[in-house]
């Protein structure tokens, strides 16, 4: 049985990954990003779900409470083609001013 990856993010950063062998859907709006965030994580299939920094930003409040929930799929952000936004918090980055601990 192998990981199944899942990546939502602008067309670019979706057509990447599927050379990669990964299936995934470009969005365009929060509508977009949300149903197939849905979507990912009730298909029961998909163990890592791949989400650009810009579409994790559109639907920020979904993203965190999913990562705090500790459920499958797990959720994992990388830079849009546009590389990273400017004075985005990462979980990393939550957890060490939470804990005070560098992880």
Known sequence: MG?????????EVVLGFRFAGADGI??????????????????????????TEQVSAMIEPEVTAWQFDGAYPLVVEVPGIEG???????????????????V
């Open 3 to 11: 990981v199944e990856f899942f990546v939502i993010g602008d067309e």
């Open 26 to 51: 470009p969005v365009y709006n929060r509508a977009g990003a949300l149903e197939a965030f849905r979507r990912a994580t009730t298909a029961g299939d998909v163990k890592i779900l791949i989400l």
């Open 84 to 102: 990273h936004l400017e004075n985005r918090r990462s979980l990393v980055d939550a957890i060490r001013e939470a804990v005070g601990v560098r």
